[in-house]
């Protein structure tokens, strides 16, 4: 029940203010933890709030 709450208030959020809550969240995790090179940071993983089909058929 706490999980859906969470969920239904970071999809309230612009896609502005989620990216910031993310890398808000994910800051320690991303300060201390070791990763491959290859790996971003999970801070900075996002997808954005685009139309996908609109732009796969674009490229």
Known sequence: MKTAILR?????????Q???ARRLVYLPIDLFKKRSIME???GKIFVG???IFRTEKTL
């Open 18 to 20: 989620r990216l910031f």
């Open 40 to 42: 971003p940071p999970k």
């Open 8 to 16: 239904n208030l970071y999809y309230k959020l612009t896609p502005k």
């Open 49 to 51: 709030s685009g139309d």
